[in-house]
């Protein structure tokens, strides 16, 4: 079984400022991936980016960037230039890179608030 | 192309009363799922389908049943609402199960059990 956690429930940064989410997981899988959702006021959930355990470069996607750190089950999302549309709660997320039927494990989430 | 929808956006239900909730996707995915959310725990798996026809329990099935007669839609249903489910419900669908697929996920409907 996989467990993710998401120890800061809420974090605040100022616009055009830098924020670090962090996140730690469990698994005994050596094939797995990790992911990063944001869920915006209109509960949508978006894809933020997504991260291969096999891979040891981390993902980047735009201003949004990850350190993984395998041996520490750490997964931490970085925002640089933050925006004010980047206010949401942040959900950390696996999935078994096996016979998963795509099943999400996901953290309890962490509500970020961009400040003008 | 409206990716997934779900219907209703917002229910209020006395205990003990039933109902179904509705997804619907246009982009010809296999996979489906029905997620809730509560505070502080984060989205977790009721059902899950592979397929038409099929479906299989996930983390917390019980007091819900699904249904997959049509590849694009995927039911879930409540026969006797408990308080307990008062939750926001989640419907996803991707192409296949795998990591490297995207699922993509619908607006949400707001249960309020009384």
């Known amino acids: 079984a996989q467990t993710v956690t998401q120890s800061q429930p809420e974090m605040s940064v100022q616009e055009a400022e830098t924020v670090t989410l962090s996140c730690t997981y469990d698994?005994?899988?050596?094939?797995?991936?990790l992911f990063w959702y944001k869920q915006p006021p209109s509960r949508q959930m978006i894809l933020v980016i997504r991260?291969?355990?096999?891979?040891?470069q981390n993902a980047t996607e735009n201003r949004f960037s990850v350190n993984f750190q395998k041996a520490a089950k750490s997964f931490s999302l970085k925002i640089s230039d933050s925006q004010l549309g980047d206010t949401a709660m942040y959900f950390c997320?696996?999935?078994?890179?096996?016979?998963?039927?795509?099943?999400?494990?996901f953290g309890q989430g962490t509500i970020l608030t961009v400040h003008p | 192309n409206a990716g997934v929808t779900q219907t209703p956006k917002f229910r209020v239900l006395k205990t003990g009363q039933s109902m179904t909730l509705l997804c619907a996707q246009d982009?010809?995915?296999?996979?489906m799922y029905w997620y809730r959310q509560d505070p502080g725990m984060g989205l977790r798996l009721i059902h899950y389908?592979?397929?038409?026809?099929?479906?299989a329990k996930g983390e917390v099935p019980d007091g819900y049943n699904v249904s997959r007669l049509k590849k694009q839609n995927f039911l879930l249903g409540l026969e006797s609402a408990a308080p307990s489910q008062t939750s926001v419900y989640f419907c996803?669908?991707?192409?296949?199960?795998?990591?490297?697929?995207?699922?993509?996920f619908g607006p949400g409907t707001r249960l309020l059990v009384l």
């Open positions: 996803a669908s991707s192409r296949t199960g795998l990591a490297r697929e995207t699922q993509y």
């Open positions: 698994t005994s899988e050596n094939n797995y991936y």
């Open positions: 389908s592979v397929g038409e026809g099929t479906t």
């Open positions: 997320a696996s999935m078994s890179g096996g016979t998963s039927y795509g099943k999400l494990t």
């Open positions: 991260q291969e355990a096999y891979k040891q």
């Open positions: 982009m010809n995915h296999e996979y």
